[in-house]
């Protein structure tokens, strides 16, 4: 069945199935009951995670108050399913097993209860089952149990098959046989099991109780108070429930043994003697007419084919040196110990190795550079300045080098370019395409003009060489790399640079970088 109710998800959907039980018997019952429900939201997707819940068992559907309830925490859901046992925290009360209807109330993460409430089915009937210790009104000893039964196979001298393979595996030995047999291969007598026992610290029964009685585990006076605290029913009020629901009587009881055709004592031995089983006498005659060895003859045989005995294990194992597990272990810790070190030891050697690589090849580069006797564009600047440039405490040109420094910190020779510089790098390909200066423009310097504006000294806004009544411009650079001609060229293409004057100081531009 399906419930639905508004929760913090939009619309859950909660489809139950029957509560179930699992086979039990009167004297063992289960005292809890097992739950499988299915979770979905609004849209009939199966719910994934885990869920809060709180169930709650009712007298009636609409009861108000609720006669059981227990909250579960972290519940699974996988695609939908979850399974729970009720009762795991909470012992279920006895009003639940009382043998009547009772409904089941469910609430997922602290939202209302799912309406309607479920009906519970037979299930708690199995719980009240396990009061009963009586059948149609007889006890236990009015019928013939498997120890009674034992009891009159003994008595009339038959054995089990148990009993019949130890006489076979044993030869038929004598009592001496048997004494000698145990002192040769070794077995403890009743006081070195108990000093063994003492040595290795097992409680006695007196230890045993002290501890049971530090656990708090209840003593079986308390056990019957508890008991009675709980309403649990003794035999009178069983046998009172079951003349009350027309149980069977003994006479009733008899009639249905013998129609279902039960066998009694005298009947048991009739099947039996039909059946040519063996008693105890027949049996050992049996062994001996069939030759079975004794001790004498087993041991015999065991010398003849060289087994060995656990002394003669031990001394070969030592001989071999065989090594316990333990030993096993601590080697094959320290194995792992030492190769972790000595990876440890290969990882800082490669480390090493590749920082002189990284080395030598920033020695290729400078050597190349040097032999090509070019510059090398390193690129444009990460920083931005205006025309004025200011930077890192510096002023002009010192400035725009301390942005290049800044930009590329793994070369100290990082400074700003000149146009000489940037025509040669150009014209040798000294330069790196994938750094992006390429069409991007970027403030350079221009030679110091002076002699103009009545005499003063008129310059570059980035030399910072100018009065303040004059007007002062800067000069800008574009390198473009593999450009393509724009007139009738025919297609050409070459990295070409621009130099623009009379740029306004106030843009921010980066600058570009050399070594």
């Given at each position: 069945?399906?419930?639905?109710?508004?929760?913090?998800?939009?619309?859950?959907?909660?489809?139950?199935?029957?509560?179930?039980?699992?086979?039990?018997?009167?004297?063992?019952?289960?005292?809890?009951?097992?739950?499988?429900?299915?979770?979905?939201?609004?849209?009939?997707?199966?719910?994934?995670?885990?869920?809060?819940?709180?169930?709650?068992?009712?007298?009636?559907?609409?009861?108000?108050?609720?006669?059981?309830?227990?909250?579960?925490?972290?519940?699974?859901?996988?695609?939908?399913?979850?399974?729970?046992?009720?009762?795991?925290?909470?012992?279920?009360?006895?009003?639940?097993?009382?043998?009547?209807?009772?409904?089941?109330?469910?609430?997922?993460?602290?939202?209302?209860?799912?309406?309607?409430?479920?009906?519970?089915?037979?299930?708690?009937?199995?719980?009240?089952?396990?009061?009963?210790?009586?059948?149609?009104?007889?006890?236990?000893?009015?019928?013939?149990?498997?120890?009674?039964?034992?009891?009159?196979?003994?008595?009339?001298?038959?054995?089990?098959?148990?009993?019949?393979?130890?006489?076979?595996?044993?030869?038929?030995?004598?009592?001496?046989?048997?004494?000698?047999?145990?002192?040769?291969?070794?077995?403890?007598?009743?006081?070195?099991?108990?000093?063994?026992?003492?040595?290795?610290?097992?409680?006695?029964?007196?230890?045993?109780?002290?501890?049971?009685?530090?656990?708090?585990?209840?003593?079986?006076?308390?056990?019957?108070?508890?008991?009675?605290?709980?309403?649990?029913?003794?035999?009178?009020?069983?046998?009172?429930?079951?003349?009350?629901?027309?149980?069977?009587?003994?006479?009733?009881?008899?009639?249905?043994?013998?129609?279902?055709?039960?066998?009694?004592?005298?009947?048991?031995?009739?099947?039996?003697?039909?059946?040519?089983?063996?008693?105890?006498?027949?049996?050992?005659?049996?062994?001996?007419?069939?030759?079975?060895?004794?001790?004498?003859?087993?041991?015999?045989?065991?010398?003849?084919?060289?087994?060995?005995?656990?002394?003669?294990?031990n001394a070969l194992i030592d001989a071999r040196g065989y090594i316990t597990r333990a030993e096993v272990q601590q080697l094959v810790a320290a194995g792992v110990a030492?190769?972790?070190?000595?990876?440890?030891?290969?990882?800082?050697?490669?480390?090493?190795?590749?920082?002189?690589?990284?080395?030598?090849?920033?020695?290729?580069?400078?050597?190349?550079?040097?032999?090509?006797?070019?510059?090398?564009?390193?690129?444009?600047?990460?920083?931005?300045?205006?025309?004025?440039?200011?930077?890192?405490?510096?002023?002009?040109?010192?400035?725009?080098?301390?942005?290049?420094?800044?930009?590329?910190?793994?070369?100290?020779?990082?400074?700003?370019?000149?146009?000489?510089?940037?025509?040669?790098?150009?014209?040798?390909?000294?330069?790196?395409?994938?750094?992006?200066?390429?069409?991007?423009?970027?403030?350079?310097?221009?030679?110091?003009?002076?002699?103009?504006?009545?005499?003063?000294?008129?310059?570059?806004?980035?030399?910072?060489m100018y009065n303040s009544g004059d007007a002062a411009t800067g000069t800008q650079m574009t390198v473009r790399l593999n450009d393509l001609s724009d007139g009738n060229?025919?297609?050409?293409?070459?990295?070409?640079?621009?130099?623009?004057?009379?740029?306004?100081?106030?843009?921010?531009?980066?600058?570009?970088?050399?070594?």
């Open positions: 069945m399906r419930h639905s109710r508004p929760t913090r998800w939009g619309q859950l959907a909660v489809i139950c199935a029957a509560l179930a039980a699992g086979n039990a018997q009167a004297q063992n019952i289960p005292q809890m009951l097992p739950y499988n429900g299915f979770l979905a939201d609004s849209n009939g997707q199966p719910v994934d995670g885990t869920i809060n819940l709180t169930v709650r068992i009712y007298e009636t559907s609409d009861a108000p108050n609720a006669i059981w309830q227990e909250a579960l925490q972290n519940v699974p859901v996988d695609t939908g399913y979850f399974r729970v046992d009720l009762g795991r925290i909470a012992p279920l009360a006895a009003d639940v097993a009382a043998g009547r209807t009772r409904y089941l109330g469910l609430s997922v993460n602290g939202d209302a209860e799912a309406q309607p409430r479920q009906a519970i089915g037979s299930v708690p009937y199995a719980l009240m089952a396990g009061d009963s210790a009586l059948l149609g009104g007889q006890p236990p000893q009015a019928f013939v149990s498997v120890d009674r039964l034992q009891a009159e196979l003994d008595g009339r001298g038959f054995v089990t098959r148990q009993e019949v393979e130890r006489l076979v595996g044993e030869g038929g030995l004598d009592e001496a046989a048997v004494n000698a047999l145990i002192d040769a291969r070794g077995y403890l007598s009743e006081d070195a099991i108990n000093a063994l026992m003492d040595a290795r610290g097992y409680l006695d029964q007196d230890a045993i109780q002290a501890l049971i009685d530090g656990a708090g585990h209840l003593t079986e006076a308390q056990v019957a108070a508890l008991i009675d605290a709980r309403g649990y029913l003794d035999q009178a009020a069983v046998q009172a429930l079951i003349q009350g629901a027309a149980g069977l009587d003994g006479d009733a009881v008899n009639a249905l043994i013998d129609a279902r055709g039960y066998l009694n004592a005298a009947a048991i031995q009739a099947l039996i003697d039909g059946a040519g089983h063996l008693n105890q006498a027949q049996v050992e005659a049996l062994i001996a007419a069939a030759g079975y060895l004794d001790g004498d003859a087993v041991n015999a045989l065991i010398d003849a084919r060289g087994y060995l005995n656990a002394d003669a294990v030492q190769a972790q070190g000595q990876v440890a030891q290969l990882q800082n050697t490669v480390n090493q190795l590749q920082n002189t690589v990284n080395q030598l090849q920033n020695t290729v580069n400078q050597i190349q550079q040097n032999a090509a006797g070019a510059p090398f564009i390193l690129g444009r600047s990460a920083q931005s300045s205006n025309g004025r440039l200011s930077f890192g405490g510096q002023n002009g040109m010192r400035a725009a080098t301390a942005m290049c420094q800044a930009s590329f910190p793994n070369d100290a020779t990082a400074h700003l370019c000149t146009f000489d510089e940037v025509g040669r790098a150009l014209a040798t390909g000294s330069y790196d395409a994938n750094n992006g200066f390429s069409g991007v423009t970027t403030w350079t310097v221009a030679p110091l003009v002076a002699g103009a504006f009545n005499g003063s000294k008129r310059n570059t806004c980035q030399n910072l060229g025919g297609g050409l293409r070459g990295d070409t640079f621009e130099v623009f004057a009379g740029r306004a100081c106030g843009n921010n531009l980066p600058v570009l970088c050399c070594r």
